[in-house]
């Protein structure tokens, strides 16, 4: 069987992480605050576990902490989502893409502390 090479749809490259991240879903009056955690980060977006129920099209403010005592705060949208669990644990796996970044010089750190590769 000839094995099908694909191209890589994303615009950026994704590196592995495992931060812990604080979301806030604002749904109306109503503001949901939580923990969820990172799986990979990029220029573009975010792989996150998160353990309450988001949709499609929702939009989270999402805090992490990066090394050296930074942060990232970002506007993200819920653009896929994965229910699955863990241990029996019910969660979601969701890609969240980048709408706003606190700090674009913040986020290419991060990546790049990730990845090995000074900045």
Known sequence: MRRIETKERRRF?????????RYTK??????????????????????????RIVKNGDELLIEIDLPQDKKLATLAKVVWIK????????????????????????????ISLNSGIAA
């Open 26 to 51: 604002v749904k109306g009056h109503l503001t949901i605050n939580s923990l969820g955690r990172s799986n990979d980060i990029s220029l573009g977006g975010l792989c996150v576990r998160l353990g």
């Open 13 to 21: 490259r994704r590196f592995p992480t495992a931060m812990e991240a």
């Open 83 to 110: 229910a699955t669990e863990r241990e029996g644990y019910p969660y979601n796996m969701c890609g969240v893409q980048f709408q706003w970044v606190s700090s674009d010089t913040l986020l290419s750190r991060c």
